[in-house]
């Protein structure tokens, strides 16, 4: 009986962490696809094979990532008091975002990474990830104290609809 259990836990360990640990630094080649009104696990949702050149995968995610904060700035309708925080924050995602860049030139196009260098490229990412919060908090919290009520609940939620 504890044999059975303990194989089921391990299965149930391996069958979780396994995609966890495939899935590259980059949106790698597994990615967890999120549709408003899914219900279940999260990481269990959507989940489906990528395919192509992880450089262009990558840039496509930092182009994904500039537009939504080109949608945000649009959004909140800044006021003229209000742009110079907006500009640091924006600041410091460019700088983010160049770190990640630099990143995304190293990945190797039609390489198959072994799990090691999957991990290693994860932690290069999230540490980039990581600085760019850090460096961009102060920024993001300026801004937020100078929005309004209304501005405050967009920046929460920018893309709720009304």
């Given at each position: 009986m504890k044999r059975t259990l303990l194989a089921a836990a391990l299965a149930a360990t391996v069958a979780i962490a396994v995609p966890l640990l495939a899935r590259s630094a980059d949106d790698g080649d597994l990615r967890y696809a999120h549709r408003p009104g899914m219900r279940g696990?999260?990481?269990?949702?959507?989940?489906m094979m990528r395919r192509g050149?992880?450089?262009?995968?990558?840039?496509?995610?930092?182009?994904?990532?500039?537009?939504r904060l080109a949608y945000v700035e649009t959004k909140l309708n800044l006021t003229a008091q209000q742009q110079p925080l907006w500009d640091k924050v924006q600041s410091a995602a460019q700088t983010e975002e160049q770190k990640?860049?630099?990143?995304?030139?190293?990945?190797?196009?039609?390489?198959?990474?072994?799990?090691?260098?999957?991990?290693d490229r994860m932690?290069?990412?999230?540490?980039?990830r990581l600085e760019g919060l850090q460096?961009?908090?102060?920024?993001?919290?300026?801004?937020?104290?100078?929005l309004t009520p209304e501005q405050q609940a967009i920046f929460n939620r920018p893309f709720r609809r009304p």
């Amino acid at each position: 009986m504890k044999r059975t259990l303990l194989a089921a836990a391990l299965a149930a360990t391996v069958a979780i962490a396994v995609p966890l640990l495939a899935r590259s630094a980059d949106d790698g080649d597994l990615r967890y696809a999120h549709r408003p009104g899914m219900r279940g696990w999260p990481m269990m949702r959507g989940m489906m094979m990528r395919r192509g050149d992880p450089q262009e995968r990558c840039v496509d995610r930092l182009a994904r990532h500039a537009a939504r904060l080109a949608y945000v700035e649009t959004k909140l309708n800044l006021t003229a008091q209000q742009q110079p925080l907006w500009d640091k924050v924006q600041s410091a995602a460019q700088t983010e975002e160049q770190k990640e860049r630099q990143l995304c030139a190293s990945l190797k196009p039609g390489a198959e990474p072994t799990m090691p260098d999957r991990m290693d490229r994860m932690q290069q990412f999230l540490s980039a990830r990581l600085e760019g919060l850090q460096a961009a908090k102060p920024a993001v919290q300026a801004l937020y104290q100078a929005l309004t009520p209304e501005q405050q609940a967009i920046f929460n939620r920018p893309f709720r609809r009304p």
